[in-house]
C-alpha cells in the first residue's frame, strides 16, 4: 500500500508533537527512511517537471515543518552551509549522495563569515535518512540522478542562513 503525502504529514506533525526535540526528529527520520523504499510515493512526488531542484510538497500551518521533493539530474556539488535557524532530515530515494560533515573552527560575526574544516565524509545511499540539526555544518556532493525527500523544521525559503566558508 502506497504512503501518502497525507500520511507522512499527518505522521511528521504526530512525532513533532510528542516530541519537539531531538526524540521528535530522529522519529521523523524513520518516517522519511519508510517513505523512500515506497515507490508509488517516489514516482508521484518526486519527478523532474515538478521539483528540480526543489518542491514544497506540504507546508504545515502550524508547525512550520515542510516536506520537499528534490531532483537533481545533473552534477550537483553543495556548498559548506548550515540551515540557519532551522533544521533538515535528508533523505535519499534514487542515486548516492555525499555528504560531508564540517566543523566550525572560527566564529564568524558581521561581514566575516564562520570559518569550517571537513570532519568526515560518508555515502548516503537509497533508503538512508539524516538528521541535520540546528548549527550542523554539512555539504552534499551528488555526481548523478538523485532524489531526496527533505523535511525542513521551517521553510528554508524565509530563515536566514549562516556565512559559512571552507578554512
Same mark, same amino acid.
Given at each position: 500500500?502506497?504512503?501518502?503525502?497525507?500520511?507522512?504529514?499527518?505522521? /511528521?506533525?504526530?512525532?513533532?508533537?510528542?516530541?519537539?526535540?531531538?526524540?521528535? +526528529?530522529?522519529?521523523?527520520?524513520?518516517?522519511?527512511? !519508510?517513505?523512500?523504499?515506497?515507490?508509488?510515493?517516489? *514516482?508521484?512526488?518526486? #519527478?523532474? &517537471?515538478? =521539483? !528540480?531542484?526543489?518542491?514544497?510538497?506540504?507546508?504545515?500551518?502550524?508547525?512550520?515543518? =515542510? /516536506? =520537499?521533493?528534490?531532483?537533481?539530474? +545533473?552534477? &550537483?556539488?553543495?556548498?559548506?552551509?548550515?540551515?540557519?535557524?532551522?533544521?533538515?532530515?535528508?533523505?535519499? *530515494?534514487? %542515486?548516492?549522495?555525499?555528504?560531508?560533515?564540517?566543523?566550525?573552527?572560527?566564529? %564568524?560575526?558581521?561581514? &566575516?563569515?564562520?570559518?569550517?574544516?571537513?570532519? +568526515?565524509?560518508?555515502?548516503? !545511499?537509497? %533508503?538512508? &535518512?539524516?538528521?541535520?540539526?540546528?548549527?550542523?555544518?554539512?555539504?552534499?556532493?551528488?555526481?548523478?540522478?538523485?532524489?531526496?525527500?527533505? /523535511?525542513?523544521?521551517? #521553510?528554508?525559503?524565509? /530563515?536566514?542562513?549562516? #556565512?559559512?566558508?571552507?578554512?
Amino acid at each position: 500500500m502506497t504512503y501518502t503525502l497525507e500520511q507522512l504529514s499527518s505522521d /511528521i506533525k504526530a512525532a513533532l508533537t510528542a516530541d519537539p526535540g531531538k526524540g521528535g +526528529k530522529e522519529a521523523v527520520c524513520k518516517l522519511v527512511s !519508510k517513505v523512500l523504499r515506497d515507490q508509488d510515493f517516489i *514516482a508521484r512526488h518526486l #519527478n523532474a &517537471a515538478d =521539483c !528540480k531542484p526543489r518542491k514544497v510538497l506540504y507546508e504545515d500551518p502550524e508547525l512550520g515543518f =515542510c /516536506i =520537499c521533493g528534490h531532483v537533481y539530474e +545533473k552534477p &550537483a556539488h553543495g556548498q559548506p552551509h548550515d540551515h540557519g535557524s532551522s533544521w533538515a532530515i535528508y533523505g535519499v *530515494a534514487v %542515486g548516492d549522495t555525499e555528504m560531508t560533515d564540517w566543523r566550525i573552527v572560527k566564529q %564568524g560575526g558581521g561581514d &566575516a563569515p564562520t570559518l569550517v574544516k571537513a570532519e +568526515k565524509s560518508y555515502v548516503m !545511499k537509497p %533508503g538512508d &535518512a539524516h538528521l541535520y540539526d540546528v548549527g550542523a555544518v554539512h555539504s552534499p556532493k551528488r555526481d548523478g540522478l538523485t532524489k531526496l525527500v527533505r /523535511i525542513e523544521g521551517g #521553510n528554508l525559503d524565509r /530563515i536566514k542562513r549562516s #556565512n559559512i566558508k571552507a578554512a
